[in-house]
């Protein structure tokens, strides 16, 4: 996270200590982290709409081109972003971590991957919702160590709630996979549950990360190399679409809506990250439920948005349960 920065009148930081007013005329204390609060709160709704509006084109691109096409562009647009923001900002591409940065880049390009065969399989809205499942994953990992540590009982049944978070979340898949897949979705069923699985591993690789002190910008320079690569490897592999010049412009959208979404999700958290705007996140999946039925006419029955919902209140316990546990932790990035 950002170190905090004193401003005049203004704050950036983790708490109200580090808030200094500059004269009498200024505003309350409250009134100013409370218009703060605000700004988060809308630069993080604007990186979920980014994001979902990236699922529309991912959607309607992936008629034309394979999962691991889109995951190339969508790197190689993030990756000449990225060399130019850390070119002006003057940031260092050594890093003293490169394994690190490799792990992270295997198994968030996974991922990707599979997040983005979800929705080429998947209506908009099941895909968006299994790929955010990956608050409850993190739940799940919590829980399985805590069994894997042989604590105490005592450490065991302060999990109770985390498990109960887990069970609700996988009850919220099973209503959603049930009733809206057919048996010829089934595989892109399981590709998106997979993403939100894998999505938590990544989400613990850029934790160590920041951790180990290095910066955002590096850490996505790094992983928009490895889908980059990954995914020429796999045209030279599985081969390529006939590309046409009107079919490939929607890979720009797609690439430059990833990068909006994540500054947006980067200012969002840059005072702290709340929990307020952590669960913010999840407007991603509303406003893809409204795409999903607007310009795809997806029909899904009502045991589907339960199932969602489901999973959004599990996935929204789950980030306030982390939070007591990991208050410093980075925010979960759906871009992935």
């Known amino acids: 996270m950002p170190h905090n920065r004193h401003l005049d009148g203004f704050c950036i930081g983790g708490g109200t200590s580090n808030c200094i007013p500059s004269d009498?005329?200024?505003?309350?204390?409250?009134?100013?982290?409370?218009?703060?609060?605000q700004l988060q709160a809308l630069w993080m709704v604007l990186a979920a709409w980014l994001f979902a509006t990236m699922g529309v084109c991912i959607k309607f691109a992936s008629a034309h081109f394979t999962s691991l096409e889109v995951v190339f562009f969508r790197g190689?647009?993030?990756?000449?972003?990225?060399?130019?923001?850390?070119?002006?900002?003057?940031?260092?591409?050594?890093?003293?971590?490169?394994m690190m940065h490799v792990w992270r880049s295997i198994v968030g390009t996974t991922a990707l991957t599979t997040w983005f065969y979800a929705i080429s399989a998947l209506p908009l809205a099941t895909a968006m919702t299994l790929n955010y499942m990956s608050s409850v994953w993190l739940a799940?990992?919590?829980?399985?160590?805590?069994?894997?540590?042989?604590?105490?009982?005592?450490?065991?049944?302060?999990?109770?709630?985390?498990?109960?978070?887990?069970?609700?979340?996988?009850?919220?898949?099973?209503?959603?996979?049930?009733?809206?897949?057919?048996?010829?979705?089934?595989?892109?069923?399981?590709?998106?549950?997979?993403?939100?699985?894998?999505?938590?591993?990544?989400?613990?690789?850029?934790?160590?990360?920041?951790?180990a002190g290095e910066p955002e910008s590096r850490t996505v320079l790094?992983?928009?190399?490895?889908?980059?690569?990954?995914?020429?490897?796999?045209?030279?592999?599985?081969?390529?679409?006939?590309?046409?010049?009107?079919?490939?412009?929607?890979?720009?959208?797609?690439?430059?809506?990833?990068?909006?979404?994540?500054?947006?999700?980067?200012?969002?958290?840059?005072?702290?990250?709340t929990l307020l705007v952590a669960n913010l996140q999840y407007m991603g999946i509303v406003f893809a439920a409204i795409y999903s039925v607007m310009i795809f006419n997806d029909d899904l029955p009502l045991?589907?948005?339960?199932?969602?919902?489901?999973?959004?209140?599990?996935?929204?316990?789950a980030t306030l349960l982390r939070a007591r546990t990991v208050p410093q932790a980075p925010p979960e990035d759906h871009s992935t």
């Not at 009498?24 to 609060?37: A, D, E, G, V």
């Not at 190689?76 to 940031?91: N, P």
Request: hydrophobic share 50%.
């Open 303 to 317: 045991l589907g948005w339960v199932g969602m919902a489901l999973i959004v209140t599990s996935g929204i316990i």
């Open 140 to 211: 799940a990992f919590l829980v399985g160590g805590a069994l894997l540590m042989q604590q105490s009982g005592e450490a065991l049944r302060r999990q109770g709630p985390l498990f109960l978070t887990v069970l609700i979340g996988f009850g919220g898949v099973a209503l959603v996979l049930r009733p809206t897949i057919g048996d010829q979705q089934l595989f892109g069923g399981l590709m998106g549950l997979l993403s939100g699985m894998v999505s938590a591993l990544a989400y613990l690789q850029v934790s160590a990360l920041s951790k």
């Open 222 to 273: 790094y992983f928009s190399a490895g889908a980059t690569l990954t995914g020429f490897i796999g045209m030279l592999i599985v081969g390529s679409s006939n590309w046409h010049t009107s079919q490939l412009l929607w890979m720009l959208p797609i690439g430059i809506l990833a990068v909006l979404g994540q500054l947006c999700m980067t200012r969002a958290y840059a005072s702290g990250a």
């Open 76 to 98: 190689l647009i993030g990756l000449v972003f990225m060399v130019g923001v850390m070119r002006w900002r003057k940031v260092s591409f050594v890093t003293p971590v490169p």
């Open 24 to 37: 009498k005329k200024h505003p309350p204390q409250s009134t100013k982290n409370r218009k703060i609060n």
